[in-house]
């Protein structure tokens, strides 16, 4: 569906304050090291913004601005997120289902995006957002944006990494027992009209169920899905080991758990595989022909995380060779998920699901309201600093070719102590900047000051060596 539309406590829209005193506008040319040559533009307070190629400034909040956009791309209601965000800024919905059917007015306005995993941003798609400053990703996973590029444009990109937890490890146990115990194609069964009755009935329509007891579940990644999934798991006497590149030793030992350090071990070892990682340029198709065959003969598999992790094609093939004795999975390489199509269509011993292990009402509920306060973090605070869950802090680079201008040189009533708004455009009397600027800019004209800093990373990442985020370690990458 292309549309835009503004969400508004009563359907009412929520206008911006009335336009107080015009400021004076002004374009400055700022020297630059070596010669280069770069230019500010300095808006009134109708909305521009400032502006330097590379650099993207703070959000502008307060009397003497319009109200932001925020906008959700890829979905249709805004009524949990507009109580929290009515206040500051204004809140649209695109329900846009591919990038080419996001709203003009959006790409051209909005400072702040929600998304779900409908969409899939590239650098191509960033770029056309003219004002964005951050993206938070009404989930865990953030696949589905180009984290590196967003940083390189300075867009934060945030993630909820508490994000439906017990849900997905709920759904993930479920599917486990259901590959075991075949209530789904026993249920089939009767549906179909088969007649169970006799113990070689039973044995016929049963086949392949087996005890849990005493079987080894191994587990990929082992964040706060992983170990929900462990905690669950040796309630119903799984032994449990996992393998996780990313966390610090000692975990195991608090919840009871084996650990092996590499992943062959795990496949080796496990009798159910379940992965619980992120997708990422290191581990896709981590479970492919080669893995597969390092897996025991006759495991079962499950996958709730990310579809990509697994080469659906081998997967089909290991299902009817019998390698595999039987697969779950929630996600999928391409979706929506169909069996009409694909490599999947015909084979056997296999469950699916519509990408829907992480829902639930309350998830749901709870997943929104935490992308609005994020976002509300944004507008009222500083980016990336300000910023509960951004994952691509190390992809921000320093390009801004100017010194900040120190606040504590600027005269501070200047900026007022009734509205708390990130920097924005201020009059500043003689003698109110640093010796350098002095004689550059007239006495009274709007400046900007204190423009966005960006850290560097102490040390690039390296293109074979995978990132570290801290809010969440679910990202093992292929061995």
């Known amino acids: 569906m292309l549309g835009f539309n503004f969400c508004a406590a009563r359907g009412a829209f929520h206008l911006p304050p009335l336009a107080p005193v015009k400021t004076q506008s002004v374009f400055l040319v700022v020297k630059q090291p070596e010669g280069r040559a770069g230019s500010l533009s300095l808006g009134s307070s109708g909305g521009s913004q400032a502006r330097l190629e590379g650099i993207r400034p703070q959000i502008m909040n307060g009397p003497l601005h319009p109200r932001p956009l925020v906008a959700l791309l890829d979905g249709r209601d805004c009524t949990v997120e507009m109580p929290i965000l009515k206040d500051l800024a204004t809140v649209a919905f695109c329900d846009a289902q591919s990038t080419q059917e996001i709203h003009e007015k959006v790409l051209n306005e909005a400072v702040g995006a929600m998304m779900y995993h409908t969409i899939t941003l590239t650098r ?136 092996v350090y590499t992943l062959q071990d795990l496949l080796y070892q496990s009798d159910c595989v379940s992965l619980h990682c992120n997708l990422n340029e290191h581990n896709h198709h981590l479970i492919n022909d080669f893995t597969i065959k390092q897996m025991r003969q006759g495991a079962f598999l499950v996958n709730a995380a990310r579809g990509g992790l697994v080469d659906e094609k081998a997967l ?110 201020v009059g500043v009397a003689p003698g109110g900047l640093p010796a350098a600027m002095e004689g550059i800019i007239p006495g009274g004209i709007p400046v900007t000051h204190n423009l966005p800093t960006v850290a560097h990373p102490s040390q690039a990442p390296s293109p074979n060596q995978p990132t570290k985020h801290g809010d969440n370690r679910e990202h093992p990458n292929e061995q």
């Open 124 to 259: 191509e798609d960033l770029e056309k957002f003219k004002a964005l400053r951050v993206i938070v990703r009404i989930g865990s996973g953030y696949d589905n944006v180009d984290i590196k590029a967003a940083g390189e444009l300075g867009i934060a990109v945030c993630n909820i990494p508490s994000a439906a937890v017990e849900e997905t490890a709920d759904s993930t146990i479920c599917h486990i027992l259901n590959l075991y115990r075949r209530n789904t194609w026993l249920y089939q069964a009767l549906r179909e009209g088969t007649r169970v009755q006799s113990v070689e009935q039973i044995r016929e329509v049963a086949s392949g169920a087996a005890r849990i007891r005493g079987e080894t579940l191994g587990l990929i990644g082992f964040g706060r899905t992983g170990q929900a999934v462990a905690v669950r798991a040796k309630a119903f006497g799984f032994s449990v080991i996992f393998y996780d590149p990313y966390l610090q030793d000692g975990i195991e030992r608090s919840l009871g758990v084996q650990r």
């Open 316 to 425: 089909a093939q290991a299902l009817k060779e019998g390698r595999i004795r039987g697969a779950a999975l929630d996600v999928h390489e391409s979706e929506p998920f169909s069996f009409a199509q694909g490599p999947l269509k015909d084979a056997p011993n296999l469950i699916c699901t519509p990408h829907t292990a992480w829902y639930s009402e309350q998830a749901s509920l709870e997943m929104r309201e935490a992308a609005a306060t994020e976002i509300r973090r944004a507008i009222t605070g500083r980016i990336p600093e300000s910023l509960r869950n951004c994952v691509n802090k190390e992809f921000f680079v320093t390009t801004a070719p100017w010194s900040v201008i120190d606040q504590q040189a600027i005269h501070p009533e200047l900026n007022g102590a009734t509205y708390r708004y990130p920097p924005g455009i």
